[in-house]
Structures are given as structure tokens and as C-alpha cells.
């Protein structure tokens, strides 16, 4: 999940550019990280998460991050 549009895009670019299998079965989602599993539940096997963490200063948005991470993965 990348919040900006332009650097989704990029990923998404770079992503094409592989051979792996895992670059064939990943996903780029442009939105906010809190709300990541809204449409994507269980639908990954792994979820990074590098960039929100300290952008969240209230522990509850923390929490609702963790939480919409959990439920993105199968």
C-alpha cells in the first residue's frame, strides 16, 4: 500500500520489470495503509509494512493499522 499516487505507479513500473514469481504475484495498492484491508481481506500471504509506523502517533491508529494488516493476510 503507497499512500502517493506517483510512487504506486512506480512500484507497480519496477514490479513489471521482474521475473520472479513473487514480483508476478505482488500487488500495489495506492490508498492509506489504516484501511488496507477494506476489499483485501485475506487475500496475502505477507503484508510490509515499513513507512506508516511513525507517521501514527496515536497508539489506537497503531492498533488500527496492525489490525487492518492482520486481516489483509490469508
Known amino acids: 500500500v503507497e499512500l502517493a499516487p506517483e510512487l ?3 512500484c507497480r513500473k519496477a514490479l513489471k520489470g521482474e ?3 513473487a514480483a ?3 500487488q500495489v495498492v495506492c490508498g492509506d495503509a489504516r484501511s ?3 476489499g483485501y481481506e485475506s487475500a496475502f500471504d505477507a503484508v510490509l509494512c515499513m ?3 511513525y ?3 496515536q497508539e489506537s491508529e497503531l492498533m ?3 489490525a487492518a494488516c ?3 493476510l490469508r
Do not use: F, N, T, W
Open 24 to 26: 508476478k504475484a505482488s
Open 64 to 66: 488500527g493499522l496492525l
Open 51 to 53: 513507512g506508516p509506523y
Open 70 to 72: 492482520a486481516r489483509a
Open 55 to 57: 507517521h501514527l502517533i
Open 8 to 10: 504506486a505507479a512506480q
Open 19 to 21: 521475473s520472479s514469481e
Open 36 to 38: 488496507v484491508a477494506s
